[in-house]
């Protein structure tokens, strides 16, 4: 009788805490979205590191759709290094509904940043009337005293303010309205002044899903550091086809020395970036390259028929690479898509085929061309 009593005393527990949980709730947990941080693959190149970074995005502390938490937990879900928010200075169409302070957003993530390994840098848009256009200035101070009219008689005097706080300043979205304002994707005599003066630092070549050619010409002619951004101003997961293996949304690969702010501010002054925008790249071609040889290795010949060695290419990032054969034997065209591998072959007694990567721009009608090695 004993050991019976003691064979239901199991059993009675479960039946106990069955009893103690069911409290008429239904709880459908394992529908939820798992809480969970992409990782963003890419090797460390030329000897850097390679930073993902986002540094043109909107809250509702302008003309944004979201509140700035929202950016740092879809920048933790996408595996972003570092964020800026760039609230318009002079454009708060919430202003009615939103109390107007330009670096608010950023007050209100920076805990939530610090918490998830998130780099956040302070920022802002400048807001002038196209042309010539909109100016991001990062690593701000106080931005209470910029000027918030569009009085175009300012337009210097707007951009000096943040140039006074030292801030890395690029030119934003060049070609936009391109099509109603009859001169606005030229370089401008107002852009030649402050790139002469030394107070502009970048442009963007790839602004949300946008490939602005001509900037990239400007950027390799003048020096200017290449940036690629977002400019997110709904939910990333409303823009982008996220359920893609290739698509990311457009940001700036950095090549620095360290995983921190003082290291990114850095390379963007040496102009050590690629933009990236899903299945392309533009920056330098010694950079472009440099992400190309971190990711692409080619195995040992294993099999030879007809003259032909066979290899197996792999691409251990996260970049999406179409090449087509420019000099030696080989396969013409490969495709290699994130995080995979394809054969190829080549006539016996090659030591490499040389290949334009087609998917990679180092001028806005120039693809950059690359090695790949069989021995």
């Excluded at 852009?191 to 602005?212: A, P, S």
Aim: net charge negative; proline share 3%; hydrophobic share 40%.
């Amino acid at each position: 009788m004993k050991r019976n009593l003691i064979a239901l005393l199991p059993l009675l527990t479960v039946s106990a805490i069955g009893l103690a949980q069911d409290d008429g709730m239904f709880r459908m947990n394992e529908f939820a979205k798992p809480k969970k941080r992409e990782i963003i693959n890419i090797p460390d190149a030329g000897g850097y590191q390679v930073l993902k970074v986002d540094f043109h995005m909107h809250t509702v502390f302008s003309d944004g759709h979201v509140w700035p938490n929202v950016r740092v937990q879809e920048a933790w879900q996408e595996g972003l290094d570092a964020i800026a928010y760039t609230e318009h200075v002079e454009y708060t169409p919430h202003k009615a509904d939103v109390k107007v302070e330009n670096t608010r957003s950023y007050d209100l993530a920076q805990s939530m940043a610090a918490e998830n390994n998130i780099i956040l840098v302070k920022g802002t848009e400048i807001t002038r009337k196209t042309p010539p256009g909109h100016f991001n200035a990062l690593f701000i101070g106080d931005a209470s005293g910029y000027i918030a009219d569009n009085d175009s008689s300012k337009d210097k005097e707007a951009i000096m303010k943040a140039a006074s706080q030292n801030a890395f300043i690029f030119w934003n979205h060049p070609g936009w309205q391109v099509d109603n304002i009859e001169g606005s994707y030229e370089w401008l005599d107002f852009i030649d002044e402050l790139h002469k003066e030394g107070i502009l630092g970048g442009i963007e070549v790839f602004n949300g899903l946008g490939f602005h050619k001509k900037a990239l010409d400007w950027a390799m002619d003048k020096g200017l550091t290449v940036m690629g951004t977002s400019d997110i101003h709904n939910l990333i997961a409303h823009d982008y086809d996220l359920a893609q293996d290739y698509v990311h949304r457009s940001m700036t690969l950095v090549l620095a020395k360290e995983r921190t702010a003082e290291a990114i501010r850095e390379a963007l002054e040496a102009g050590r970036t690629v933009a990236w925008s899903s299945k392309y790249l533009a920056g330098k071609e010694e950079h472009i390259k440099a992400l190309f040889d971190a990711s692409v290795t080619v195995g040992a010949s294993y099999h030879t028929k007809n003259g032909n060695n066979y290899y197996e290419i792999k691409n251990n990032s996260d970049l999406y690479f179409e090449l087509a054969l420019k000099s030696g034997d080989g396969t013409q065209k490969i495709t290699l898509y994130p995080s995979s591998s394809q054969t190829i072959t080549a006539k016996s007694g090659q030591e490499s085929l040389q290949y334009e990567l087609v998917t990679a721009y180092i001028r806005s009608d120039r693809h950059p061309v690359v090695m790949v090695n069989l021995k």
